[in-house]
């Protein structure tokens, strides 16, 4: 079975950077693709990003011109930098690998999740 661990969370001040790793165990990403979420209290579970294994990556509105994701495939890892971080960017974040190579597939696997806080 696939697992997904996440790390790199903390509290930063707004417009700091934090770059969030997660390690898959059990397979890997292989050829699917993955993508970040995040979720606020309060609020639904929102995609971040997204990154094919050929490398094609989305974001979000609110993320765009400030997130990066990526990946490495052979250390299993996807990260996602962080920069210019706002308050409204506090949220638990997870990674998932996706059912399918395309970056619209749903997810099948999830980490549990590493706390992004952000102080004005």
């Known amino acids: 079975q696939v697992q997904l661990v996440e790390s790199g969370g903390g509290l930063v001040q707004a417009g700091g950077s934090l770059r969030l790793s997660c390690t898959a165990s059990?397979?890997?990403?292989?050829?699917?693709?993955a993508a970040w979420y995040r979720q606020a209290p309060g609020k639904q579970r929102e995609r971040v990003a997204s990154v094919t294994n050929g490398n094609t990556t989305n974001y979000a509105d609110a993320v765009k011109g400030r997130f990066t994701i990526s990946r490495d495939n052979a250390i299993n890892t996807v990260f996602l930098q962080m920069n210019a971080l706002k308050p409204e960017d506090t949220a638990v974040y997870y990674c998932a690998r996706l059912q399918r190579y395309h970056p619209l597939s749903a997810p099948d696997y999830w980490g549990r999740g590493t706390q992004v806080t952000v102080s004005s």
């Open positions: 059990g397979g890997g990403f292989g050829m699917n693709a």
